[in-house]
């Protein structure tokens, strides 16, 4: 499981996502998206294992 945190300046996002490719995508469709100049994201990996 992939965790993203989008903190932006007026908005802020989490999303969760099972495989990778889907993760990374997102992360790009984030950077390019022109919301606004200071951002952070954030990428986490969580294991399957418990």
Do not use: W
Not at 24 to 34: C, D, E, F, G, T
Not at 35 to 43: C, H, K, L
């Amino acid at each position: 499981m992939y965790t993203i945190k989008f903190q932006g300046a007026k908005n802020k996002m989490e999303f969760e996502y099972k495989t990778l490719p889907h993760a990374i995508h997102a992360v790009l469709n984030m950077i390019y998206r022109p919301v606004s100049t200071d951002y952070t994201i954030t990428f986490t990996r969580q294991s399957d294992k418990k």
